[in-house]
């Protein structure tokens, strides 16, 4: 054989050699990649988020909303497809009680402009005019009357969000690197980050009309399972420790599940509801397009497409916004308190306003920053990176407190006035008066409660509310159970007073500046509630007391009655007591929902009767607080029940009024047994100006 032919044969040698190596290199590094010991894969691949043909027309929907359209665009669509788009009218940009009210009469008006053309269109093709022209072609050549007529009753108005969702990535610069080690430290796909654009656009003081919080918008019953929430701490509202639990969250939610868009979709729908889809219909796609749950709707339907159009427009912002300006990551060191502390002595100490305090710790409540409470022992504090722990420590050391700050009410009784309650508890009139927004008469009612505030209390003056007058009707026992919360995984809510007729004020805002007189015109003996009542949200009549105490077996049995929004997790976890206990207590059996009004029996033998009252106290004030420091009360409009209305996809979906609220406005209605065509006031919600 010659040279070259040697030559030749081991130039083929090599060239096969090095495509043998090339191929182990690529099959190894799929190999570990995606081995059984890297299930949950931490590196993100489309294959875990797929892009189903089937919802593309959804997700380049949202990838306009998000890039193209502002919030001066309404942008009118079909529901079932959001590809069609009949028209873009133009909204005003203003955030006042007249623009809004101004921007809904005229995405009503695009609304029901279009119901009508599609109803004739379904009576009567073909079109007779350019714009009827226009409307049919959006469905093309094979749509049919009965097309037209579903299209009538599927028509929607998506406001844009393109100046929200860029505002919101620079904000989120300062946490993502943070966000994804997160992810990535539960073996999580770390593009899961991109997921609070869609709940929150990265607004860190996100507040939901229904109570969710924080950037992850967490309610109040999941965030409790992950987080510590109560009148002093909502972890819910702090970014870091938020992202943390929604990632525990979304990872139960994916073992459960099996597939992203599954689990992803169950973020908003609930693990509950994903199973009973995925038990009809199977896999994510075959939701999609054939599951029809009586709560499934546009939210969780688009729910996955969203998440996918605002993973592409972050991944790609360059091609949308253009250059960003990202915020940097604050700097901060973390130190566990081993005691109670004033804000004003942590000021002090260590020269800080009270805004660095709280833009580094944003679950502290309001409560802390007005010396109402005291920074809790055990709490991990953040502060600004230029002070050694050492140094962090000494200036501590003496500024600890040795108990949290009580919460202490009144209930109001025959004979009480603001002047007696005020001499009772050693306070100043004036204190009390502003403490609970009474008006200049200083009025009160048998039944109320009456906050009395604590020593260095800094009390807030508020604008008395304007006063409307209501009709007071009878509190008849309405028993509630809500299916829709237990498809969650949620508890539904078991008990809710009627409020005896006091309703919430007509814009509710504060004003600077008030300043109730020191002694009121009249000192009123409070009296009994009557045919009619001044309208103020801040007018509290539940029965937060317990109404008795008994022994069984030496140990004190309590007997209270069960209040809105309360549940016997609620109890446990102030009782220092398992669920089940109560439930045993009560001989509830594990479904049992328990009827508004019901008197309960609850365990005294871990908690004193003064220490569950005030934990009780202070939940239905954090809710109360929380609601009126992000809205106020523009309006009363009214609804009229319409076939297959449910109250609590009412609340969440067609009013967007939280229940609580709700009820307060109609104290005489069933809301477990509503009827066609009966008529139900709501109040209409004004989002107050972020400071």
Not at 151 to 160: E, L, P
Request: charged share 25%; glycine share 6%; aromatic share 10%.
């Amino acid at each position: 054989m010659t040279d070259s032919c040697w030559c030749e044969i081991n130039a083929k040698k090599r060239f096969i050699k090095t495509i043998l190596i090339i191929f182990l290199m690529v099959f190894g590094v799929c190999f570990f990649q995606h081995s059984p010991a890297q299930a949950a894969i931490t590196e993100t691949s489309d294959n875990e988020f797929p892009l189903y043909p089937a919802i593309k027309p959804n997700v380049d929907f949202w990838i306009s909303i998000f890039t193209k359209y502002s919030k001066s665009h309404g942008v009118i669509h079909d529901i079932n497809n959001p590809s069609i788009i009949y028209e873009v009218v133009q909204l005003g940009s203003s955030e006042t009680v007249s623009a809004n009210s101004c921007n809904q009469k005229i995405k009503t008006a695009a609304i029901q402009k279009y119901r009508e053309i599609l109803l004739k269109l379904s009576k009567e093709p073909p079109p007779s005019s350019d714009e009827e022209t226009r409307v049919a072609s959006l469905f093309g050549q094979h749509a049919t009357p009965a097309h037209f007529e579903l299209a009538a009753s599927n028509i929607r108005c998506q406001t844009g969000l393109s100046k929200e969702f860029k505002e919101g990535l620079i904000r989120a610069g300062a946490v993502l690197d943070e966000f994804k080690r997160i992810f990535k430290s539960h073996g999580l796909p770390a593009d899961l980050v991109y997921l609070p654009c869609v709940e929150s656009s990265y607004n860190f003081k996100a507040y939901s009309k229904l109570g969710a919080a924080g950037i992850w918008q967490f309610t109040h019953e999941t965030g409790k399972i992950y987080m510590n929430i109560d009148y002093v701490v909502d972890e819910r509202r702090d970014p870091y420790i938020s992202t943390d639990a929604a990632a525990r969250l979304l990872k139960k939610n994916y073992q459960v599940l099996g597939e992203w868009p599954l689990a992803i979709t169950a973020y908003n729908h609930g693990l509950t509801g994903m199973l009973r889809a995925k038990n009809a219909a199977g896999n994510y796609e075959n939701i999609f397009k054939t599951y029809q749950g009586p709560s499934f709707k546009f939210a969780s339907i688009n729910f996955y497409s969203e998440f996918l159009a605002a993973r592409i427009v972050a991944k790609n912002h360059e091609k949308h916004f253009g250059n960003l300006r990202f915020q940097n990551p604050a700097a901060f060191q973390t130190v566990k308190t081993k005691g109670f502390l004033t804000v004003k002595d942590l000021m002090d100490k260590f020269n800080l306003s009270i805004e660095d305090i709280q833009t580094l710790n944003p679950s502290l409540r309001p409560p802390v920053f007005t010396e109402k409470k005291y920074i809790p022992k055990g709490f991990n504090l953040k502060l600004p990176k230029i002070f050694s722990i050492h140094e962090i420590d000494n200036r501590m050391a003496g500024l600890y407190k040795s108990g949290q700050k009580p919460s202490r009410f009144h209930k109001v009784r025959k004979g009480d006035t603001a002047s007696s309650i005020a001499r009772l508890y050693s306070i100043k009139l004036n204190d009390l008066i502003r403490s609970n927004d009474l008006s200049r008469k200083a009025a009160l009612f048998i039944g109320q409660n009456l906050r009395i505030p604590v020593r260095d209390e800094i009390i807030t003056a508020k604008k008395q509310p304007d006063k409307t007058k209501i009709p007071v009707p009878s509190s008849e026992p309405v028993v509630l159970s809500n299916p829709e919360q237990e498809s969650k995984g949620l508890p539904a809510p078991d008990l809710i007073k009627p409020a005896t007729g006091l309703d919430p004020m007509i814009g509710a805002a504060a004003t600077p500046g008030y300043e109730p007189p020191a002694d009121p015109i009249f000192d009123s003996i409070a009296e009994p509630l009557t045919d009619v009542v001044a309208i103020n949200p801040r007018i509290d009549m539940s029965d937060i007391k317990i109404l008795q105490i008994e022994k069984k077996g030496g140990l004190p049995i309590g007997v209270i009655k069960v209040e809105a929004e309360e549940t016997l997790g609620h109890y446990a976890g102030w009782l220092k007591v398992s669920s089940q206990e109560i439930r045993k207590l009560n001989a509830f059996k594990v479904k049992d929902t328990i009827p508004i009004d019901r008197t309960i029996k609850i365990p005294l033998k871990k908690t004193t009767s003064q220490q569950f009252e005030e934990q009780r106290f202070e939940f239905h004030k954090e809710i109360e607080e929380d609601f009126f420091g992000s809205f106020s009360i523009t309006g009363v409009e009214t609804y009229e029940i319409k076939n297959g209305d449910n109250i609590w996809r009412l609340c969440e979906n067609e009013l967007e009024v939280p229940f609580w609220l709700l009820k307060k406005y109609n104290p005489d209605i069933n809301f477990n047994s509503l009827q066609l065509k009966q008529k139900i006031k709501y109040p209409v919600i004004g989002k107050l100006k972020e400071k």
